[in-house]
Nanobody, 115 residues
Framework: QVQLQESGPGLVKPSQTLSLTCTVS??????????WSWIRQPPGKGLEWMGS???????YYSPSLKSRTSISRDTSKNQFTLQLSSVTPEDTAVYYC???????WGQGTQVTVSS
């Protein structure tokens, strides 16, 4: 059974870079056809897709976040990572790693941007 687990700091200061890691167990992130995503939900708002990295390492980003977002992977650790630069309080949200088309989701992690 494939499981996803987010990890990273819960508090980030404005203007800093938010970094989160998703560790995948029970399956390989290089499995053909799988797209691994970062999705967030600000308080009181809906889900927002941020970007994805696929099984071959190709990346895709939301146009609204592309200038600040980078997604990478470490296949030796079966992990993929989100970096969001120049954060503001508007980036406060629950961040999820997921493989939505396979109905695979992490439990989510709260990240607050505050000084």
């Amino acid at each position: 059974q494939v499981q996803l687990q987010e990890s990273g700091p819960g508090l980030v200061k404005p203007s800093q870079t938010l970094s989160l890691t998703c560790t995948v167990s029970g399956g390989s992130i290089t499995t053909n056809g799988y797209y691994w995503s970062w999705i967030r939900q600000p308080p009181g708002k809906g889900l927002e897709w941020m970007g994805s990295i696929n099984y071959s390492g190709s990346t895709y980003y939301s146009p609204s976040l592309k200038s600040r977002t980078s997604i990478s992977r470490d296949t030796s650790k079966n992990q993929f990572t989100l970096q969001l630069s120049s954060v503001t309080p508007e980036d406060t949200a629950v961040y999820y790693c997921a493989c939505p088309f396979r109905a695979l989701w992490g439990q989510g992690t709260q990240v607050t941007v505050s000084s």
